[in-house]
């Protein structure tokens, strides 16, 4: 394959031909990239934070056009990707001012005459390997902080969707930012992935994706001992007690659940309401989903767009049979529709009732528009299902009660936890899971930790 073929998943058209990268090109990066680092490292922060400050401006100029990208190459609902594009920029602006704030210490010493010294220092070389349901937000928040730190930083954007990335890297060098300190390559994966791993100069490889690609990506950077950060899968859990604002709850499980049409990591994947609510939870809940339009992102009230692959397709269709078959009840939702011959598909968005806890949905991640509840008795047996996963990234709750919030807070294994509220991202705040969800954070103060290397210096016979 010398070009991917970049198609709209509303349509099936093609959009445009974006060239592979051969193995020797991404070495040539690299090696680029290495080279850049010697300088880049010099720039000072307040020099770096100008032009990533820049280069925010560039994006926030050109929003209509990055979005309008967004929406032909990745289906997501216009309104969205503009969101997208303004998140993706909050991480820039972040960064550029944390650039700033890249501190060392002193550290009284243990000896007269002694003096001792930290400081920080950008890792290296970083390579990024982004998923396509984030074309923007992803990269920014890896490319932002590596920046900030003065290193430098290849991505390799998802084959479904290069475009988007491919212009905010334009953008960048219109910044000011030099061609090299921040650069796209193409291709698969695969391929692409080993290069970075095995490569001495990669001193870091960082990745949002599924849990089997982070795992071998982890497996292949042990030999050079990289430095890695992984933004992994979730299986998101929403559990709403008996004395939850249950019509509260509804909009934001629907705000959590449906954004990107349920290909999300932190998207609510099983939704755990106390016996007594529901009923009235699970109808509200089903009635303001039948409001929502599928269709073409680019369409004036798209509210859930086209499902990103015909793998992606597969799955959600095949958990939602598998529920149906095991007692699920369709409150709304439960069609879906293929057309083959152009690679387009869209699934109604779902409410199943008296899903169990043998359902494939309940144990796998959906990656779709389809929210299976379940109810619990009991609080603790709400927070055993909710834990009962190798995923941890985002968990929600919604209580009136702060003893049971408190409760469900500390007793939840996961990153992010979510109170009385659907949409916990910021660029401003640590983003990352535990278990199988991931490696490190990305994002808030915690996020520029992963580029920065710790040095100690020992300076002895200070008269
Ligand atoms: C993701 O799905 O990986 C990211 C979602 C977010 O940043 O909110």
Not at 372 to 387: L, Q, R, W
Request: proline content about 5%; glycine content about 8%.
């Amino acid at each position: 394959m010398s070009q991917i073929k970049v198609n709209n998943p509303a349509t099936g058209e093609l959009i445009e031909e974006v060239k592979v990268n051969t193995t020797a090109e991404v070495e040539l990066a690299i090696e680029n990239a290495s080279t850049a680092f010697d300088s880049w490292k010099k720039v000072n922060a307040h020099e770096r934070a100008r032009l990533l400050k820049k280069w925010y401006e560039l994006i926030q100029l050109n929003k209509e056009e990055i979005a309008k990208i967004m929406t032909l190459e990745n289906g997501k609902p216009l309104k969205e990707s503009l969101g997208e594009v303004n998140y993706a920029t909050d991480y820039i602006e972040w960064y550029a001012e944390e650039a700033k704030r890249i501190y060392g210490r002193t550290i009284p010493a243990h000896q007269d005459g002694k003096r001792i010294v930290v400081t920080k220092q950008p890792i290296g070389v970083v390579a990024a390997i982004t998923p396509w349901n984030f074309p923007a937000a992803m990269m920014t928040r890896k490319a932002a902080p590596a920046l900030a730190a003065g290193c430098t930083f290849i991505v390799k954007p998802a084959e479904e969707t290069p475009l988007t990335m491919i212009r905010l890297v334009e953008l960048a060098h219109e910044a000011g930012i030099p061609e090299h300190v921040v650069q796209v390559v193409n291709g698969p994966g695969k391929e692409i992935g080993e290069v970075f791993t095995s490569s001495k100069d990669v001193r870091k490889i960082t990745f949002t994706g599924s849990t089997p690609v982070g795992k071998l990506l982890i497996k292949n950077s042990a030999d050079t001992v990289k430095s890695v950060t992984m933004e992994l899968g979730g299986h998101a859990p929403v559990i709403v007690a008996k004395d939850a604002d249950v019509d509260f709850a509804v909009t934001q499980t629907i705000a959590s659940k449906f954004r990107n049409a349920g290909q999300t990591c932190v998207c609510a994947n099983r939704v755990i309401v106390h016996e007594s609510i529901v009923d009235e939870f699970s109808e509200k809940l089903a009635q303001e989903v039948k409001k929502l339009k599928v269709g073409n992102g680019l369409e004036e009230g798209t509210d859930i767009g086209p499902i990103i692959n015909k793998g992606g397709y597969e799955k959600i269709v095949n958990q939602l049979e598998d529920a149906v078959e095991k007692g699920a009840d369709v409150l709304t939702g439960n069609e879906y529709e293929a057309n083959y011959d152009k690679d387009c598909y869209f699934v109604q968005p779902t409410v199943i009732k008296n899903a169990n806890l043998d359902m494939t949905i309940m144990h796998e991640e959906t990656f779709g528009p389809i929210a299976p509840v379940i109810s619990f008795k009991e609080i603790e047996e709400a927070v055993k299902i909710a834990n009962d996963t190798p995923f941890g990234l985002a968990a929600y709750f919604f209580t009136e009660d702060y003893q049971t919030g408190i409760q469900l807070y500390e007793q939840l294994d996961y990153g992010i936890v979510s109170w009385n509220d659907g949409a916990p991202s910021a660029a401003h705040v640590p983003f990352g899971g535990m278990k199988e969800s991931g490696l490190g954070r990305e994002g808030g103060t915690e996020g520029i930790e992963p580029y920065l290397e710790t040095k100690y210096l020992s300076i002895g016979n200070v008269e």
